[in-house]
């Protein structure tokens, strides 16, 4: 017998679970029965490729014992099993659990955190909600000796060799005294059809029941064992569409998702001709918890004639539709595809490029309330791909949506061109960190004043990246406004006219900023704001930033043009002034100002605001 401490993110897990984690017990059913799906999956994959197995006369199932008088109920399956070190990687290290993952996850709401668990592949820890002791007593297929885990859950467990015939697991759990409902044969059977009814092998129920023999005095009661099968035991994803109904597919899905929520969409396809395949994908209402990290769990199950052969492969759909949920079953795939045929195999190239245009055709054609979730939840992962996937670049523009200057809520690319100019064919937008302060940019004024929708972007280390490289929308320019003319009723002879007029203040200007900005000039874009800065768009680094924000490398800053505007007072006052300190402090305060508005932090914060209290006094 061997001692071991369970790692310290396990037994903060182990805490939680026991004294926490309460709001939804019964999905430790629907976890271990899972667990004993996909170690069934494993071994079903290697007895038909590993000639060492093939021989063997076995046919996958789920075994569920219930046992009234010890007050316990086993899980048990004919499955791969575990070796000793299995044990130890996979139930006391943090290993492939992603536990560290699930427990930077928790949000302290008891009902949310249960749905994380099996979304994290920590699983198995959630029978410590209903459980005293726990044994896993497992035979790995191929070894010899078999083991037996043991803990109560409160810091330590055990692993002892022990004698078992046939690979696979069984677990045994000795419910805690107020767990006795998890002894009935109703309730066991109501939480496997919930989220188990489509496990593609059988559920086994064995229990107790009393059968009376016998009428009047002569009538005796006996206990009879009883077995039945309480799941329908097929791969939902192989039966007809016709034949099946919304909520069979939901049911499916929460096998799937290990949680209680409906899916916002779903789609079953089978294809056939030259390659043969059927695909049953979802999209979940709520984004996983990993969206966003590298090490993402893919959540795409790859099957082979029904056979399961993977769940990690992260190249069965594009990197931006990692958040879709479901499964590919090919009919042309060899059993025994390596990961590395997996990455290169024509077959799966042309599934993977069916399977993507066809889930983006169902995004687009989400409504009102559903389309509203959906890019809340996905919006900026659908930019990724907008970036990435240039076959399919198109549709993705007409899923994706952008906040607007003149409209509420979220708009589309669509959107804009139905009310847009149709002779000059711009699409305008503005990128930024801070919605508040896009809105509320110099820039915007002129394009206010004309009534010309823009369109605010304000995620910005991704928009940056993403909306240059559009370039033409439907034969529409996508178009920065900081990069360009505003609109103005101004001709250019009289723009020109501007320019001469104040050359002597924008030469006096540039003089105190120095290498600060790049150039000082008279602007016709603003109507309320005396000055404003924007990017010079000829200069090569304004491109460059692009590239280096795609490397992840620290951005060159690009040198900022500062614009006056000729009829706002302020700078009609500051051209009278011969110069002197007031004269440069008002040259400073008008860049420091105009970069406070765009989101930009002035260069000397305290010089700024030593600026504005000297002016502020002398006004007063």
């Given at each position: 017998?061997a001692?071991?401490q369970?790692?310290?993110?396990?037994g903060?897990?182990?805490?939680?679970?026991?004294?926490?984690?309460?709001?939804?017990?019964?999905?430790?059913?629907?976890?271990?029965v899972?667990n004993?799906?996909?170690a069934?999956?494993?071994?079903n994959y290697?007895?038909?490729?590993d000639?060492k197995?093939?021989?063997?006369?076995?046919a996958?199932?789920?075994?569920?014992?219930l046992?009234?008088e010890?007050?316990?109920l086993?899980?048990?399956d004919?499955?791969l099993?575990?070796?000793?070190?299995?044990?130890i990687?996979?139930?006391?290290?943090i290993?492939?659990?992603?536990?560290?993952s699930?427990v930077?996850?928790l949000?302290?709401d008891a009902k949310?955190d249960?749905?994380l668990?099996?979304q994290?592949?920590?699983g198995?820890?959630?029978?410590?909600m209903?459980?005293e002791?726990?044994d896993v007593?497992?035979k790995?297929?191929?070894?010899?000796q078999?083991?037996?885990?043991?803990?109560?859950?409160?810091?330590?467990?055990?692993?002892?060799?022990v004698?078992?015939e046939?690979?696979?697991?069984?677990?045994?759990?000795?419910?805690?005294?107020?767990?006795?409902e998890?002894?009935?044969?109703?309730?066991?059977?109501?939480?496997?059809?919930k989220?188990s009814?489509?496990?593609?092998?059988p559920?086994?129920?064995?229990?107790t029941?009393e059968?009376?023999?016998?009428?009047?005095d002569?009538?005796?009661?006996?206990?009879v064992k009883?077995?039945?099968?309480?799941?329908?035991?097929?791969?939902?994803?192989?039966?007809?569409?016709?034949?099946l109904?919304k909520?069979?597919?939901?049911e499916?899905?929460?096998?799937?998702s290990?949680?209680?929520d409906?899916p916002?969409?779903?789609l079953?396809?089978?294809?056939?001709?030259?390659?043969?395949?059927t695909?049953?994908?979802?999209i979940?209402?709520?984004?996983?918890?990993?969206?966003y990290?590298?090490?993402?769990?893919?959540?795409?199950?790859?099957?082979?004639?029904?056979?399961f052969?993977?769940?990690?492969d992260?190249?069965?759909?594009?990197?931006?539709?990692?958040?879709?949920?479901?499964i590919?079953?090919?009919?042309?795939?060899?059993l025994?595809?390596?990961?590395e045929?997996?990455?290169?195999?024509?077959?799966?190239?042309?599934?993977?490029?069916?399977?993507?245009?066809?889930i983006?055709?169902?995004?687009k054609k989400?409504k009102?309330?559903?389309?509203t979730?959906f890019t809340?939840?996905y919006?900026?992962?659908?930019?990724?791909g907008?970036?990435?996937?240039h076959?399919n670049?198109?549709?993705?523009l007409e899923?994706?949506r952008?906040k607007s200057s003149?409209?509420e809520?979220?708009?589309?690319?669509?959107d804009?061109?139905?009310r847009g100019d149709?002779?000059k064919?711009?699409?305008?937008?503005?990128i930024?960190?801070?919605?508040?302060?896009?809105?509320?940019?110099?820039?915007?004024?002129?394009y206010?004043?004309?009534?010309?929708?823009?369109?605010?972007?304000d995620?910005?280390?991704i928009?940056?990246?993403?909306?240059?490289?559009?370039?033409?929308?439907k034969?529409w320019?996508?178009?920065?406004?900081?990069?360009i003319?505003?609109?103005d009723?101004?001709?250019?002879?009289?723009?020109?006219e501007?320019?001469k007029e104040?050359k002597?203040l924008t030469?006096?200007?540039k003089e105190?900023?120095?290498?600060?900005v790049k150039?000082?000039k008279?602007?016709t874009?603003?109507?309320?704001?005396?000055?404003c800065?924007?990017?010079?768009?000829s200069d090569?680094?304004?491109?460059m930033?692009?590239?280096?924000?795609q490397?992840g490398q620290p951005?060159?800053?690009?040198?900022?043009?500062?614009?006056?505007?000729?009829e706002h007072e302020m700078?009609?006052?500051l051209d009278?002034?011969?110069?002197?300190?007031m004269?440069a402090d008002?040259a400073?305060?008008?860049?420091d100002s105009?970069?406070?508005?765009?989101?930009?932090?002035p260069k000397d914060?305290?010089a700024?605001a030593?600026r504005v209290a000297?002016?502020?006094?002398?006004?007063?």
């Amino acid at each position: 017998m061997a001692k071991h401490q369970f790692q310290t993110e396990i037994g903060q897990l182990l805490k939680l679970m026991t004294h926490s984690l309460y709001s939804n017990k019964e999905i430790f059913i629907r976890e271990l029965v899972s667990n004993s799906s996909d170690a069934i999956d494993k071994f079903n994959y290697l007895q038909l490729t590993d000639e060492k197995f093939k021989d063997e006369n076995w046919a996958g199932k789920i075994s569920i014992n219930l046992d009234e008088e010890d007050n316990s109920l086993t899980i048990g399956d004919n499955g791969l099993g575990m070796s000793e070190e299995d044990l130890i990687s996979h139930l006391g290290t943090i290993a492939k659990s992603g536990t560290k993952s699930f427990v930077e996850s928790l949000t302290g709401d008891a009902k949310k955190d249960s749905n994380l668990i099996g979304q994290f592949g920590v699983g198995f820890y959630s029978v410590f909600m209903v459980a005293e002791q726990v044994d896993v007593i497992t035979k790995k297929a191929g070894e010899e000796q078999a083991y037996k885990f043991s803990t109560d859950g409160t810091g330590e467990f055990e692993i002892t060799p022990v004698t078992k015939e046939s690979h696979g697991t069984v677990i045994y759990v000795k419910l805690k005294e107020e767990e006795k409902e998890f002894l009935g044969k109703w309730r066991i059977e109501e939480v496997v059809k919930k989220y188990s009814n489509h496990i593609a092998y059988p559920i086994i129920l064995n229990h107790t029941v009393e059968e009376t023999e016998g009428e009047g005095d002569e009538a005796t009661t006996k206990k009879v064992k009883k077995s039945e099968q309480i799941n329908v035991a097929t791969a939902l994803w192989t039966l007809p569409k016709s034949s099946l109904k919304k909520e069979e597919y939901i049911e499916f899905y929460k096998t799937l998702s290990h949680g209680d929520d409906e899916p916002l969409t779903y789609l079953h396809n089978k294809v056939e001709g030259a390659n043969e395949f059927t695909t049953l994908f979802y999209i979940p209402k709520t984004a996983p918890m990993d969206l966003y990290r590298a090490d993402y769990q893919s959540n795409i199950k790859l099957y082979v004639k029904r056979v399961f052969i993977t769940d990690d492969d992260k190249e069965l759909l594009p990197t931006y539709l990692r958040f879709v949920k479901g499964i590919i079953d090919s009919e042309d795939l060899p059993l025994n595809v390596s990961r590395e045929i997996l990455q290169e195999n024509r077959i799966l190239a042309n599934i993977k490029q069916n399977a993507t245009k066809k889930i983006l055709q169902a995004i687009k054609k989400l409504k009102d309330e559903n389309a509203t979730i959906f890019t809340e939840q996905y919006n900026k992962v659908i930019k990724e791909g907008v970036f990435q996937d240039h076959v399919n670049k198109e549709l993705l523009l007409e899923i994706v949506r952008y906040k607007s200057s003149t409209e509420e809520g979220m708009v589309s690319l669509d959107d804009y061109i139905s009310r847009g100019d149709s002779e000059k064919k711009e699409i305008y937008y503005i990128i930024g960190e801070d919605e508040k302060v896009l809105r509320n940019s110099p820039l915007l004024e002129a394009y206010k004043k004309a009534n010309i929708e823009v369109l605010v972007l304000d995620d910005k280390e991704i928009d940056e990246i993403v909306t240059p490289m559009i370039g033409i929308f439907k034969e529409w320019s996508l178009k920065d406004i900081t990069t360009i003319d505003a609109p103005d009723s101004k001709t250019d002879e009289e723009k020109e006219e501007l320019s001469k007029e104040f050359k002597a203040l924008t030469d006096k200007i540039k003089e105190v900023l120095g290498e600060d900005v790049k150039e000082v000039k008279t602007t016709t874009r603003l109507t309320s704001s005396p000055s404003c800065v924007v990017k010079d768009s000829s200069d090569p680094m304004a491109g460059m930033a692009h590239m280096f924000a795609q490397m992840g490398q620290p951005v060159p800053e690009t040198p900022l043009i500062l614009e006056i505007n000729p009829e706002h007072e302020m700078i009609k006052k500051l051209d009278k002034l011969e110069g002197g300190d007031m004269f440069a402090d008002m040259a400073w305060i008008l860049l420091d100002s105009a970069k406070l508005s765009e989101g930009l932090e002035p260069k000397d914060k305290s010089a700024f605001a030593s600026r504005v209290a000297k002016i502020a006094t002398q006004a007063i």
